[in-house]
């Protein structure tokens, strides 16, 4: 076994036998739900003040509102009540160190983890690689308001979301711990 998996199992056995949570509904107890980055450096429990059962968290690489991002909040609402939503991305996002270009073309060499340095992307890994990234959009940040405005604008316009549902926009700085309204995106989400 891997030290990690070893790990990972322990403070499980040990968070398992001191649990007390069994009883909690399924529906989040407070009605509302977020979509945000999968980066390790964002606690959404602690920045938004979340204990277990209170909410529902989608995280995907720069929270971004995906059909499988939106697929999770149809599904929030229409089975499970929340009636308010949160977009929240972040500032110093791994999202905005590469295109979509430069994505395919690191998977075309190898599917090993590439490095970073000051002259951009290297692929270091050993192929064979593979084309398909080439015809994923991965959905790249280059500006964290405006990809925050775009993911709710997407969110609002979606035929599966009801107009009732106010969708708010911020982004958390990593060096403080803020959220941060973007004020396009509060009102491009305004419930009508």
Known sequence: MSKILDEV???????A???TKGHLPLPPARGFAILTCMDARLDPAKYAGLSEGDAHVTRNAGGRASDDAIRSLVISHKLLGTNEWFVIHHTDCG???????????LLSQSLDTAKIDANGWHD???GPGSADGKYINWLTIKNQEQSVV???LRIRNHSLVPKYIPIYGFVYDVKTGKLIEVPEAMKAGRAG
């Not at 199992?9 to 968070?15: E, K, M, R, S, W």
């Open 150 to 152: 775009e993911d709710v």
């Open 95 to 105: 999202m905005e160190l590469f295109t979509n270009d430069i994505m395919g073309d």
């Open 17 to 19: 036998s001191g649990f």
């Open 9 to 15: 199992l322990a403070a499980n056995q040990g968070y």
């Open 124 to 126: 270091v890994g050993q």
